[in-house]
């Protein structure tokens, strides 16, 4: 599975963006996604992820209410929308494919997208 994320940039304290991240190859069954984000000197840390069919979303604490996950299954596409940015968003995001197959859990990441939010 290759994932292709986009939509990072600069933007300022309030703002919104909307992260993109496209899914191909693999099979034609959908796979849970997520959003992760690592920022300069820190872990790699979980904010979302949506069921296969898009009807359960969880969320890190630290976005809830800010940020919406959601997918387009036709298009293999996941979405983050980001509102109300503070500068502690800043940092790349990742999206995650992942899937349980015979017992077994495979991940896949995409290369990642550079937010960067300044006041």
């Known amino acids: 599975v290759q994932l292709q994320a986009s939509g990072g940039g600069s933007v300022q304290v309030g703002d919104s963006l909307r992260l993109s991240c496209a899914a191909s190859?693999?099979?034609?069954?959908?796979?849970?996604m997520a959003w992760f984000r690592q920022a300069p000197g820190k872990e790699r840390k979980f904010l979302a992820r949506?069921?296969?069919?898009?009807?359960?979303?969880y969320y890190d604490d630290s976005v809830k209410g800010r940020f919406t996950i959601s997918r387009d299954n036709a298009k293999n596409a996941v979405t983050l929308q980001m509102n109300s940015l503070v500068l502690e968003d800043t940092a790349v995001y990742y999206c995650?494919?992942?899937?349980?197959?015979?017992?077994?859990?495979?991940?896949?990441w995409g290369q990642g997208t550079l937010v960067t939010v300044s006041s």
């Open positions: 190859g693999g099979t034609s069954r959908p796979y849970v």
């Open positions: 949506i069921s296969r069919a898009g009807t359960n979303k």
């Open positions: 995650q494919a992942s899937a349980d197959l015979l017992g077994r859990t495979y991940v896949w």
